[in-house]
């Protein structure tokens, strides 16, 4: 089997079957599993097809440590049930997250899911976030199927996303240039040209693979979207919010930058 790379995968949607086949086959786990989708389609869930943004892996995170030989063990009946279906499947031991690769032979192309790895001091750290995370999270049926998934609450996807925005304008000032004048409300025409300046933005990065400013700006751009279009589409339960907030430090400690990203992308929400 010749080596497959996430890079080379088109974006997708909740909408179409290799994902919705990898949901199911995941889904499998769910009883013997503590875990819940989180991410780019894990923000999809809460959105109509419209507002979907394309992103091409699937991304979960589990209550307990996970390393690569575990995750390999684990994986066994997801891999059978994607190989029943006629895919080609490959794992991999990614910077931080192992990773399945679902390939489509007809098509020559697939999608990626991953799972966090977390050695034991690692979990153990975090194990409360993510207990509560899962405790949170919302059960979503697969679209005209009858299996079920769960999926991180809006809050929970929000704030890290807040969170990577306001380090990556640290970092990077210049992309302060992306952020938008003003909040203002999405209109169907604003949802579908900022969804096409990220598809845009996405091939170019694709081509470049190598140009980490690229890809940070592309990172830049579609958090900006996810939290704005969360907070529009779905709202936040602000005593939750509140809550996990608080959790996040990085949040508060650059008070200048969180007031400029919550500006624009949360509704009746101040700096504090």
Do not use: H
């Not at 909740?14 to 989708?37: F, N, R, T």
């Not at 679209?143 to 890290?160: F, G, H, M, N, S």
């Amino acid at each position: 089997m010749k080596k497959i790379k996430k890079l080379t995968f088109n974006p997708r949607t909740l909408d179409e079957e290799i994902v919705k086949d990898s949901l199911e086959a995941v889904s499998q786990l769910e009883k013997k599993e503590p875990l819940y989708l989180v991410g780019g389609m894990g923000i999809q869930s809460y959105f109509p097809t419209l507002l979907r943004r394309p992103t091409s892996d699937l991304d979960y995170s589990l209550v307990r440590p996970l390393g690569y030989p575990d995750f390999r063990e684990m994986i066994k009946p997801i891999q059978e049930f994607l190989q029943d279906k006629k895919y080609s499947v490959q794992t991999r031991k990614g910077s931080s997250a192992s990773m399945l690769f679902v390939y489509d032979k007809k098509t020559e192309d697939g999608l990626a899911i991953e799972f966090a790895r977390r050695n034991k001091n690692n979990f153990e750290k975090r194990q409360n976030i993510l207990q509560r995370e899962l405790e949170n999270a919302k059960a979503k049926i697969i679209e005209e199927r009858t299996k079920t998934y769960r999926v991180a609450c809006p809050e929970d996807l929000a704030i890290p996303k807040l969170v990577r925005l306001i380090n990556s304008l640290d970092r990077t000032p210049e992309l302060g240039a992306l952020l938008p004048d003003s909040l203002k409300s999405l209109s169907n025409e604003d949802i579908k040209k900022t969804l096409k300046k990220i598809a845009n933005l996405r091939e170019e990065t694709m081509i470049s693979s190598g140009d980490v400013g690229l890809a940070e700006k592309l990172r830049f751009v579609s958090d900006l979207y996810d939290v704005r279009a969360l907070a529009e589409i779905t709202g936040f339960n602000e005593d939750y919010f509140n809550k996990i907030e608080k959790e996040w430090l990085s949040i508060d400690s650059k008070p200048e930058l969180r007031e400029r990203i919550f500006d624009v992308t949360l509704p009746g929400r101040n700096s504090k």
